[in-house]
């Protein structure tokens, strides 16, 4: 039996809509009266009101707020699935119910849709169904049959240029995730009685924290129909339900399982795992020198390892107090091939990050040597691993160091300790930092433990081929 | 004890603290780095974060949150912001509040992953449709990620406006040492949002307005609000401009390589000095017209044609000559070149 009570669900007096406060907006014999009244008793019945907030579509239903006594949030075209995403991911006790017509969930909002539902999100989707677009004025939607005309379609929907109506039920049902699939109608008493249960399912369905629920109600539009309301029914009987077939098509207990959520973390335990301390702030140590700007720029192969041994010299300028950047080999610099890392460490505040003038240059291959030898300030320092780059460095204006990086490392077992050696050598030469901040850094910067070690030795070994080394 | 570490992730740090809860995120080099983060940090630490299945989506998954009371965040980059146009004009239409971080990238289009600050007037000036503005914040260090974001959701929340971090491929990328803040910021409840309870059943979520009085009041109000902006946050940094003769005007990434170039002309004899906002929107209008007085010109360095250079012109009122110094293309001056560009343009 329909009721025919005003629910408690529905403002008593519809203030929000402006004149005329006892009636809706909607168009005599309009569908979505019968739709509106079947949820407010569902939601009376579960005894929600306070939870329920409805997505508000774009269409003649954008004004659900004139009538439903709950939360409301407008949204745009087609996006309502994706703002009840939000709403509840935010509420998880919320009742979210997005309520779209056919133009709004089939057309622009087709992503939306098809998205939400394939996340399960647990949330009851009622689509309305009436193969027209309403609000502007009857123009033709995804859902329009063939054949009929709308103001775009005068002469007939025409597959072989509007291609063919949607089903949208039967769409969906290709997706694992829903719950509850259904497509009714509210052509006659019978079919709105089912209509009636599925509402109820759905919504239901949320609040047992089920899944995603999807209710297609195939609905007149007489007043784009060009039909009185008692022939706009028939035609739906007789067209609507013949092309989409009204029933269900999937009622399963369970979607998709949740594999559990992390627990909030508290604030101190959020510092923890962002290894912040924010509380304890080291008072700064005095700088260790004046060293004005000191530019720096690695260049190698990309698989040597300089992005993270440009990061390891940064963290040894930062833990020498003073301010640092580093800058990885990107976009418009990018040259001959080569991968390198921009290193600034300074007494002062850095401007520029980029280094196109480097005080020091480690030229772990050759191509580095060849494309940046030209760069280097004028009294500079230019480091090659003489392992792999055979060219000596032509420029007179310039310090020339040769390390054979590689060979050193390969002895110690370790190929890719090249640039460490390098590193501690660097430090050595030039006393921006001693080479015992190196060795403080580098453990905290190397994430397998197995590898310190070598690297350690590696620290060692560029120190003491620099304590022997000879022009 | 600092933590030295790239832009992207000091964004997901700074808004971890900030009190946001939750992050809907979509990717597109180069801010996909923030997603990730957030992927990590925002899912370990029992917040939510959630790919969408577009930016479009992102924006209105941030909408359907901040309607429910959250501190909500995405982050991307220039395409994908301008796919965020509806929803930036909804969120404020409805007076939601959220925060969006732009790495800019090179366009018009797909352009490309390289750095540019393009997306100036598209942010600035709004970015959908409608008569309305975001909080623009720019910061040029990763500490400025950070503490940007950081307060990002303060200011959101405060103002019920999108706070939008437009920043760049080069600020994202690069790594520097970084401080946080002892305090973990909180979101205290809204009395407008809806919470699915009984206390905020009627409140309604909204941009329609159904009468032209409804209409102007609606855009009266927002309008109001901009310009308290103006008087509450403007915000900027001065180096060297107290005898200055010309300031560089620059934000984001051409203010660093502007800060060198500025301290090798001063080296040079030149007086010059820089002027960074640090606020693009609200501008800081005032100040300008103060010190542009005394100056014989004002250079805006950018990464693009000049979009920030009409404001400054708006700003000082033709009392000073704006000189444009722009680049495009992925291309970022080296501190040489736009020295020497600056000496022949003062
Ligand atoms: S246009 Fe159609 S759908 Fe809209 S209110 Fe009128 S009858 Fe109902």
């Known amino acids: 039996m329909i009721k025919h009570t005003k629910p408690n669900a529905f403002y008593d007096t519809f203030t929000r809509k402006g004149p005329g406060q006892k009636t809706t907006h909607y168009c005599p014999g309009c569908g979505h009266g019968t739709v509106h009244k079947l949820i407010a008793e569902a939601i009376d019945e579960m005894g929600i009101k306070d939870q329920v907030i409805f997505c508000n579509p774009v269409g003649c239903t954008t004004f659900l707020h004139y009538y439903f006594d ?107 995730a829903p719950v509850f699939i259904e497509r009714c109608s509210v052509g006659n008493a019978t ?16 609040k047992n924290r089920k899944g995603f629920s999807f209710v297609e109600i195939l609905s007149p539009c007489p007043i784009n ?38 627990p909030f973390l508290d604030d101190k335990e959020l510092f ?56 990885p080999s990107y976009g418009a610099e990018m040259r001959g091939g080569t991968a390198y890392a921009s290193i600034v460490i300074s007494d002062e505040t850095i401007g520029s990050p980029v280094v196109d003038k480097p005080d020091v240059l480690i030229a772990m291959n050759a191509p580095s040597l060849e494309t ?17 780059v055979p060219k000596k460095v032509t420029r007179k204006d310039v310090k020339a160091y040769y390390v054979p990086a590689t060979e050193m490392a390969n002895n110690l077992g370790l190929t890719a300790a090249a640039a460490v050696i390098i590193l501690a050598f660097y430090a050595k030469l030039t006393g921006v930092f001693p080479v015992d901040v190196l060795k403080e850094v580098l453990p905290l910067s190397i994430k397998n433990k197995k590898y310190v070690e070598v690297n350690q030795r590696a620290v060692d070994a560029g120190e003491t081929f620099f304590n022997e080394y000879k022009e | ?81 301008a796919l965020m146009g509806e929803g930036l004009s909804y969120l404020a239409g409805s007076n939601l509040p959220s925060v969006i971080v732009n790495i800019q990238r090179t366009g018009p289009g797909l352009g490309y992953i390289w750095p540019e600050q393009s997306d100036y007037n598209m942010v600035v000036k709004g970015g959908g449709n409608g008569i309305y503005k975001n909080i623009v914040l720019a910061p040029n260090s990763v500490q400025e990620m950070a503490d940007f974001a950081y307060k990002a959701f303060e200011l959101a929340d405060k103002y019920r406006m999108t706070v939008m971090i437009l920043s760049d491929a080069y600020i994202g990328q690069m790594m520097e040492p970084v401080s946080f803040p002892a305090k973990v910021l909180k979101s205290k409840r809204k009395d407008w949002s809806v919470y699915a309870d009984a206390e905020s059943r009627t409140n309604l979520i909204s941009s329609i307005h159904m009468t032209k009085e409804a209409l102007v009041d609606n855009v009266d109000n927002l309008l109001a609000k901009y310009k308290k902006l103006e008087e509450d946050i403007v915000e900027y940094e001065e180096t060297s401009t107290d ?57 805006s360095v950018e990464l693009n044609e000049g979009q920030m250079a009409d404001d400054i012109e708006l700003a000082v009122q033709c009392s000073v000559p704006v000189k444009r110094l722009g680049w495009y293309g992925g291309v970022v001056p080296s501190v040489t070149e736009l020295v020497d560009k600056i000496k022949k343009t003062i």
């Open chain 2, 243 to 299: 005898d200055a003769e010309h300031i560089v005007v620059a934000f984001g990434i051409s203010s660093r390589v502007a800060l060198t170039a500025i301290r090798t002309l001063r080296a040079q004899g030149i007086k010059i000095g820089l002027f960074r906002p640090k606020t693009l929107f609200p501008f800081p209008k005032k100040r300008l017209l103060e010190i542009s007085k005394s100056l014989k010109s004002i250079i």
């Open chain 1, 191 to 206: 079919s709105t009685l089912k209509t009636r249960k599925a509402i109820k399912k759905a919504i239901s369905n949320q």
């Open chain 1, 70 to 176: 709950t939360g409301h949030v407008q949204c745009p075209h087609g996006r309502a699935p994706a703002v009840a995403t939000g709403i509840k991911r935010t509420l998880d006790d919320s009742i979210v119910i997005s309520y779209q017509g056919d133009g709004d969930l089939a057309g622009i909002g087709m992503a939306e849709i098809v998205h939400a539902a394939n996340r399960g999100e647990n949330i009851a989707v009622f689509f309305v169904n009436n193969a027209i677009y309403g609000m502007t004025g009857g123009q033709m939607a995804p859902t329009t049959l063939i054949g009929q005309e709308t103001k775009t379609t005068p002469f007939g929907r025409d597959a072989t240029r509007d291609g063919y109506p949607i089903r949208m039920s039967e769409l969906l049902n290709t997706l694992t």
């Open chain 2, 1 to 81: 004890m600092k933590k030295l570490m790239k832009g992207n992730d000091a964004i997901v740090h700074g808004a971890l603290l900030g009190g946001a809860t939750h992050f809907f995120g979509y990717p597109i080099t180069p801010a996909s780095e923030i997603a990730q983060s957030g992927a990590y940090y925002f899912t370990k630490a029992g917040r939510t974060f959630l790919q969408a299945e577009s930016e479009l989506a992102a924006v209105n998954m941030i909408l359907g949150s901040a309607s429910a009371g959250a501190r909500v965040m995405t982050a991307s980059s220039s395409p994908g912001i």
């Open chain 1, 372 to 388: 940046f030898e030209n760069d280097v300030e004028k009294g500079g320092i230019i480091i090659v691993n003489s392992s792999i």
């Open chain 1, 272 to 327: 923890e795992l962002l290894e912040v301390s924010a509380a304890n702030e080291k008072k700064a140590q005095k700088q260790l020198k004046k060293i004005g700007e000191h530019k720096v720029k690695i260049a190698g192969f990309g698989g040597q390892g300089i992005m993270s041994v440009g990061v390891l010299l940064a963290n040894c300028g930062k833990t020498a107090e003073f301010n640092t950047t580093w800058l």
């Open chain 1, 225 to 262: 129909w060009k039909m009185n309301a008692i022939d706009s029914r028939k035609w739906l009987i007789e067209n609507l339900e013949k092309f989409y077939e009204v029933k269900n098509f999937r009622d399963v207990d369970t979607g998709i399982k949740s594999h559990g959520r992390f």
